[in-house]
Antibody
Framework: QVQLVESGGGLVKPGGSLRLSCAASGFTFSDAYMNWIRQAPGKGPEFLGF???????YYADSVQGRLTISRDNAKNSLYLQMSSLRAEDTAVYYC?????????WGQGTLVAVSS | DIVMTQSPDFLAVSLGERATINCKSS????????????LAWYQQKLGQSPKLLIL???TRQSGVPDRFSGSGSGTDFNLTITGLQAEDVALYFC?????????FGGGTKVELK
């Protein structure tokens, strides 16, 4: 079955950087649109961006310039590079499969931005 | 961005009773070109990630029990759970995918009365 496993979260200081990973299995990763979505405590999810099977990127304006999404189809892996982190970036970060609608989500990895 | 507003924030329902959650979008999510509403519903149980229940406003995802149904069009939508089960206690979110970026509602928490 579809499995998505995020890793790389943790505590980071304001202004710092972090790279998240998502390991995928159970489906043809290279054919899938893959997304990063985050959920701050007590809030609804927030779409961050996607990478298409061909590598086309789309980012939400709210994070444009601070986030970089990439993929390695040979490793069935998705990545999120985050920089200039702020307290309001504190959230659980999920990778999810799908184009605009998300039919499979990972368990999430917590990113906490605090001094 | 299209703003999604859900109501109520909390809903307490007895076992076997009906739960209805409302979701309103700040702009229409109905496509004139294909007459489809670009609206999805997710369920998030405590400590878990969201699970897709319904897309196109009323199409159940494979494996979703038929006690879950979606309705509505344009800017006003409902998710109805007919005959609430204990395992339905969860947070429910709507999401529009008509505008860019896709946006989610703030969530409705369904609890047992």
């Amino acid at each position: 079955q579809v499995q998505l496993v995020e890793s790389g979260g943790g505590l980071v200081k304001p202004g710092g950087s972090l790279r998240l990973s998502c390991a995928a299995s159970g489906f043809t990763f290279s054919d899938a649109y893959m997304n990063w979505i985050r959920q701050a405590p007590g809030k609804g999810p927030e779409f961050l961006g996607f990478i298409s099977p061909s590598g086309t990127l789309y980012y939400a304006d709210s994070v444009q310039g601070r986030l970089t999404i990439s993929r390695d189809n040979a490793k069935n892996s998705l990545y999120l590079q985050m920089s200039s982190l702020r307290a309001e970036d504190t959230a659980v970060y999920y990778c999810a499969r799908g184009q605009w609608v998300f039919d499979s989500w990972g368990q999430g990895t917590l990113v906490a931005v605090s001094s | 961005d299209i703003v999604m507003t859900q109501s109520p924030d909390f809903l307490a329902v007895s076992l076997g009773e009906r739960a209805t959650i409302n979701c309103k979008s700040s702009q229409t999510v109905l496509s004139i070109s294909n007459n489809k509403n670009f609206l999805a519903w997710y369920q998030q149980k405590l400590g878990q990630s969201p699970k897709l229940l319904i897309l196109w406003a009323s199409t159940r995802q494979s494996g979703v029990p038929d006690r879950f149904s979606g309705s509505g069009s344009g800017t006003d939508f409902n998710l109805t759970i007919t005959g609430l089960q204990a395992e339905d206690v969860a947070l429910y979110f709507c999401q529009q995918y008509y505008g860019r970026p896709p946006t989610f509602g703030g969530g409705t928490k369904v609890e047992l009365k």
